[in-house]
């Protein structure tokens, strides 16, 4: 069955430099979400989009920003990378209204900022 | 501020007996807990949920208890296998169409 795809799997920046996550969902899901797991830390929930539109926002930092595309796929966009942002990043897609029941998490993306 | 909190960074289990990993969350307005197991390099799995409405749910090996009025949910897993070694992360949210906040994770080993 198809999954959540996430790409790339992993990606080395410099400080201040520009990155940019993608996020396939599950076909027919509508609603994905951005986490991010720094080490030894529990996911933080990031953003979420729901048809294409902001649903709700966690911590996320004003220099990231994110959007849901036409074919649903996500993609989360950092500006002027901290060395703290080195951390794996999780999508997950559901559908609207199964909620937490049918989350369905990517294998994620780790970003590593030198 | 920690809403979902696992006070174990770990446990060490042998093979054949219970494993019991435990939750407890400080919002009163969490309706649905939900355990994910996360292997190195892969994102979380769904486990097993309950919601506020339950005090217990059973799948298989696994089952989830949960007490709402000490804030508090546990996984028992009996009995333990050596696959069962990963992250465990206790989940919450408000309502089924809501984000979760996750827990710390607990790190469950069990040998032979």
């Known amino acids: 069955a198809a999954g959540v795809i996430q790409s790339p799997r992993h990606l080395i920046k410099e400080k201040r430099e520009t990155a940019t996550l993608k996020c396939y969902p599950i076909?027919?899901?509508?609603?994905v979400y951005w986490y991010q797991q720094g080490p030894g830390q529990d996911p933080q929930f990031l953003i979420s989009?729901?048809?294409?539109?902001?649903?709700d926002k966690g911590s996320i930092p004003d220099r990231f920003s994110a959007q849901q595309f036409s074919d649903y796929h996500s993609e989360l966009n950092m500006s002027s990378l901290e060395l703290g942002d080195s951390a794996l990043y999780f999508c997950a897609s559901s559908l609207h209204g199964v909620g937490g029941l049918g989350y369905t998490f990517g294998s994620g993306t780790r970003l590593t900022v030198v | 501020d920690q809403q979902v909190k696992q006070n174990s960074p770990s446990l060490s289990v042998q093979e054949g007996r219970i494993s019991i990993l435990n939750c407890d969350y400080t919002?009163?307005?969490?309706?649905?807990f939900l355990w994910y197991k996360k292997y190195p390099a892969e994102g979380p799995t769904f486990l097993i949920s309950i919601s506020s409405i339950k005090d217990k749910n059973e799948d298989g090996r696994f089952t989830v208890f949960l007490n709402k009025s000490a804030k508090h949910l546990s996984l028992h897993i009996v009995p333990s296998q050596p696959g069962d070694s990963a992250v465990y992360f206790c989940a919450a949210s408000r309502d089924n169409t809501d984000k979760l906040i996750f827990g710390t994770g607990t790190r469950l080993q069990v040998f032979p």
């Open positions: 076909p027919r899901h509508d609603t």
């Open positions: 919002n009163s307005m969490f309706d649905y």
């Open positions: 989009f729901y048809e294409k539109m902001q649903s």
